[in-house]
C-alpha cells in the first residue's frame, strides 16, 4: 500500500455521461497530480493542486476539470464522456510543489466508457 | 521543445543483464527519475539521479551524464518479474516532470 488512496478502482459509464474520480494524498503529502494513461501508452500529465490551488495544467480537455479540498483530498470529474476517454487514471501525491522530490502513486481507476 | 526518448521495447533472458537507455533536451534539468510499471498497476520509484555518475541499488544501477542528456538504467541477473514498463522522466526548470513513453522490457526464460 503506497498510502496514495484513489476510488473507485473500476468504472464503467456510457458515453455522454460525467464521473467523479477521487485521491486521498499520502498522509503529510500536500501536492496531488493527476494523470491519465491509455492502453499501451505513456503518461499523460493532466493537472497538479499544491494545498488547495491550482499549481500547474498539462494536457486536460476542457471537459474535464479538478479540485483539492481543504482536507487535502482530491477529484477529477469528467463530463460528457467519449469512448476515447477509457483509461487508467492515476493519482500521485509528493510532500512539496516540486516534482524533484518524488512521486507517490495511487493504483489507478480504470475507467470503462461504454 | 523538450524530449525524452527511450527505447519502445527491449528483449533479454533470465539472468543475464540489460541496459535501458534514456536521452533527454528538456528546458532546465532538477533530476532524472527510473520508474518501473507492471502491466495495469501503477509506477513505482526505482531511482533518482541529479548529479553525473552511477548509482547504484541492489540489482538495479543508474547512470547520468547531463553535459549528454543521457541516463541509462542497468538491470542485472534479471528475473521473469522484472518484466514490465521503465520510465524515464526527468524535472525540467519549472520542477515539473517530464516523462517518456515508457521502455516494455520483456524477459524470457
Known amino acids: 500500500d503506497s498510502g496514495v488512496t484513489q476510488t473507485p478502482k473500476h468504472l464503467i459509464t456510457a458515453t455522454g455521461q460525467r464521473v467523479t474520480l477521487r485521491c486521498s494524498p499520502r498522509s503529510g503529502d500536500l501536492s496531488v497530480y493527476w494523470y491519465q494513461q491509455s492502453l499501451d501508452q505513456g503518461l499523460q500529465f493532466l493537472i497538479q493542486?499544491?494545498?488547495?490551488?491550482?499549481?500547474a495544467k498539462g494536457n486536460i480537455l476542457e471537459r474535464f476539470s479538478a479540485q483539492q479540498f481543504p482536507d487535502l483530498h482530491s477529484e477529477l470529474n469528467l463530463s460528457s464522456l467519449e469512448l476515447g476517454d477509457s483509461a487508467l487514471y492515476f493519482c500521485?501525491?509528493?510532500?512539496?510543489?516540486?516534482?524533484?522530490?518524488?512521486?507517490?502513486f495511487g493504483s489507478g481507476t480504470r475507467l470503462t466508457v461504454v | 521543445g523538450q524530449n525524452i526518448d527511450q527505447p519502445t521495447e527491449m528483449t533479454a533472458t533470465e539472468g543475464a543483464i540489460v541496459q535501458i537507455n534514456c536521452t533527454y533536451q528538456?528546458?532546465?534539468?532538477?533530476?532524472l527519475f527510473w520508474y518501473q510499471q507492471h502491466a495495469g498497476e501503477a509506477p513505482t520509484f526505482l531511482s533518482y539521479?541529479?548529479l553525473d555518475g552511477l548509482e547504484e541499488k541492489g540489482r538495479f544501477s543508474s547512470f547520468l551524464s547531463r553535459s549528454k542528456g543521457y541516463s541509462y538504467l542497468l538491470l542485472k541477473e534479471l528475473q521473469m518479474k522484472d518484466s514490465a514498463s521503465y520510465l524515464c522522466?526527468?524535472?525540467?526548470?519549472?520542477?515539473?516532470?517530464?516523462w517518456g513513453a515508457g521502455t516494455k522490457l520483456i524477459i524470457k526464460p
Open positions: 528538456t528546458s532546465g534539468f532538477n533530476g
Open positions: 522522466a526527468v524535472t525540467g526548470s519549472n520542477y515539473q516532470l517530464i
Open positions: 493542486y499544491y494545498n488547495g490551488e491550482e499549481r
Open positions: 539521479n541529479v
Open positions: 500521485a501525491s509528493s510532500v512539496v510543489a516540486r516534482a524533484n522530490y518524488g512521486y507517490t
